[in-house]
């Protein structure tokens, strides 16, 4: 198997990039790509205390396994992809997200890890709530909504 999506409850097991790396580590390739993604403690000038995730677990490690499919369809059936989303909440500096892709040449790996955040981002089921250090907390829009890197 050279795809391996996943929703993980956070509170029950961290996100561990090494796992990721060595998923899609293979004789015949030579790269490897890793995206890790981050709660950060500002958003739009709002100072964050934590992030909670919700996810509707079978629809979203499909919709994981479909992007990284065209992936796969894009930049060869030799890439190799993992993709684990975390579920929960989340403290500033906790992993939310971790894939990684790997191919025998670095350029389809970076394209490949890249395509897959983006399209995670703008379609996959997967719903954000902020929670800020004032008290307060919202559920925050989506990446393709809101032009944010």
């Known amino acids: 198997m050279s795809i ?4 993980r409850d956070t509170n ?8 990721a790396l060595a998923f899609v ?4 390739n030579g790269a490897g790509a ?3 993604g981050v ?3 500002l958003n739009q ?6 992030v909670s995730y919700d996810v509707f677990a079978p629809l979203a490690e499909q919709s994981f396994a479909e ?8 930049w060869g059936e030799q890439l190799r992809l993992f993709v684990v989303h975390g579920k929960g909440r989340l403290d500033v500096g906790g992993l939310s997200i971790v894939i990684a892709a790997g191919s025998p040449h ?16 703008s379609r996959s089921p997967v719903w954000k709530q902020e929670h800020y250090v004032d008290g307060d907390s919202e559920w925050v829009k989506g990446h393709a909504l809101c032009g944010h890197d």
């Open 4 to 7: 391996h999506v996943e929703v």
């Open 12 to 19: 029950a097991q961290v996100l561990d990039p090494s796992e």
């Open 25 to 28: 580590d293979a004789p015949g």
């Open 34 to 36: 890793l995206f890790v």
């Open 39 to 41: 709660v950060r403690d």
């Open 45 to 50: 000038g709002r100072s964050v205390k934590g």
């Open 67 to 74: 992007i990284c499919a065209e992936a796969q369809a894009k």
């Open 106 to 121: 670095r350029g389809e790996a970076f394209s490949a890890c890249r395509y897959v955040i983006e399209e995670i981002k």
